[in-house]
């Protein structure tokens, strides 16, 4: 679908009524009588509906005047709909669109747009929707109002106006103080927010999570909070929108006087800073299994961690079991590690391996079954990090991010000889046109898992259909993606 815009632009270029047009009589003298110290500065239809705007300086009314049972009715009469200043530009178009837009220039010769529309319909006018387009970064923001429920799609553009990827649908966001602006004839412009940094977070946490004070945070994807309890207790509050509900989750208390960095967090994310750490900071991430945990520290040193690996600055994986509880329902804050060396203590690496073909070139089977001639479920790198489940006889039984088969043990390195064992796992990059990224499966059935729009590490190649991956900056992120869809990068 071409973005819509360019096509408003140009049926406002159409010759719209000039105010010297003559109004219906009984429409004229309702809207002198509503608002006799205005002056009629708009008239965007001169029939029936009558649409016009009635001005006072810099401020203005919107009003709609309709026919019915034979008598001219004032059914909008709105001074919250329109911005003060400058009015916008109108279209009436097909007898049931009303659009109105606000250009803005941004210098270079770009111009972004913020465009309104309500319809009317048999029942009366609909509520107001808005496209933000900003034309710097060719992408449209479009803001639907559902009783109180605001939801934000997302699309970017080529030079030509087609879209380029796939839109990006976020889940709805309540925001309860909306829930009046059922039509054009409540609507509030200046309510309205135009992004997910607009939205009101008290408003959103009363519906997610009520009897939260809202301390700070963020929207994307999920949402997530700093928040204090009835009590006083501080926490941290997670919500995901998982199965077309919210889930809530709250974390075991934080230390008073904890704050988080809400600017550079994302609603799948939110960087807290403890009380001991001054300019360090924790970071708290939405799982794919829909939990809660630290996933980064920063503090004396930097390195990223999750249940199963740890990460340094040069993003080279130690892969073990922690010792701790990272999940935020269970986590003891005090007990978070400050270094690298202090994190690796932390790991039990005694039921784990990493696939050690003596040819780096070859890639280990996972097989059904401990047999030789059993199905092949993937070809997997060196350097993959294997969950040793059981050991029978010349294999193993390995978990390979959640994929259970058999490896031969004897193309295995286990415990500190893992650390010898030279990755040879490439990292290949989404394709540039799949700017929604990439489709993530479960499985090589095609179940849909989700998506991906970072570096992947290649762990195992499936068939000639799938590569089995995991996140380059988060392991956490693994599934199955098609090999058409990734490209090994320009670099």
Not at 6 to 12: E, F, G, N, T, V
Not at 185 to 200: G, K, M, N, V, W
Not at 271 to 291: A, E, I, M, N, R
Not at 292 to 315: C, H, K, T
Request: charged letters at 20%; a negative charge; one cysteine or more.
């Amino acid at each position: 679908m071409k973005r819509l815009i360019p096509l408003i632009l140009l049926l406002l270029s159409l010759n719209l009524p000039a105010l010297a047009e003559e109004l219906p009589q009984g429409a004229a003298a309702l809207l002198e009588a509503a608002h006799p110290e205005h002056t009629l500065t708009k008239i965007v239809s001169a029939s029936d509906p009558v649409i016009a705007v009635m001005s006072r300086d810099d401020s203005h009314v919107l009003c709609v005047a309709e026919r019915k049972g034979g008598a001219w009715s004032l059914t909008v009469n709105n001074p919250a709909a329109l911005r003060r200043g400058d009015l916008p530009s109108f279209l009436w178009e097909g007898g049931m669109s009303l659009y109105w837009q606000y250009h803005e220039a941004q210098g270079e010769g770009y111009v972004n747009t913020d465009a309104y529309h309500a319809t009317l319909t048999p029942d009366g006018w609909s509520a107001v929707d808005l496209v933000v387009y900003d034309a710097l970064n060719s992408s449209e923001t479009t803001v639907v109002n559902y009783g109180g429920d605001i939801c934000f799609t997302c699309a970017d553009y080529d030079a030509e106006g087609n879209p380029v990827g796939t839109e990006t649908q976020y889940p709805p966001y309540p925001q309860k103080a909306l829930a009046d602006q059922s039509s054009l004839a409540d609507f509030d412009i200046s309510r309205l927010p135009h992004s997910r940094t607009e939205l009101d977070l008290q408003q959103l946490a009363d519906a997610l999570c009520p009897g939260y004070r809202v301390v700070d945070g963020a929207a994307g994807m999920a949402a997530s909070f700093l928040a204090d309890k009835a009590d006083g207790t501080r926490v941290f509050v997670g919500c995901a929108w998982q199965d077309g509900r919210w889930r809530v989750t709250e974390s075991r208390p934080l230390p008073q006087g904890t704050s988080c960095d809400a600017f550079h967090s994302g609603g799948e994310n939110l960087l807290l800073h403890l009380p001991q750490d001054g300019d360090g900071y924790v970071t708290v991430s939405l799982q794919q299994d829909g939990s809660w945990q630290v996933s980064f520290i920063g503090r004396e040193e930097w390195f990223g961690l999750g249940p199963r690996w740890i990460a340094d600055e040069e993003n080279r994986y130690c892969y073990g079991s922690f010792r701790i509880p990272l999940d935020v329902t269970q986590i003891d804050w005090s007990a978070l590690p400050s270094t690298r060396a202090e994190a690796f203590a932390l790991m039990d690496r005694s039921c784990w391996a990493a696939v050690n073909n003596p040819d780096p070139a070859d890639r280990l089977h996972l097989r059904e079954k401990a047999d030789r001639s059993a199905r092949s479920m993937g070809k997997y790198y060196n350097g993959t990090p294997v969950l040793v489940l059981e050991e029978k006889g010349e294999w193993v039984k390995a978990d390979i991010f959640g994929v259970t088969g058999w490896m031969m043990k004897k193309y295995l390195a286990f415990g500190e000889d893992m650390d010898s064992v030279v990755s040879a796992r490439p990292f290949m990059e989404v394709k540039t046109e799949l700017t929604g990224g990439a489709a993530l499966y479960r499985n090589t059935r095609g179940e849909a898992k989700g998506t991906v729009s970072e570096s992947v590490a290649i762990l195992g190649i499936v068939g000639e259909e799938y590569y089995h991956v995991a996140g380059y900056f988060d392991p956490g992120v693994h599934g199955y993606v098609k090999q058409e869809d990734l490209w090994p990068g320009n670099g």
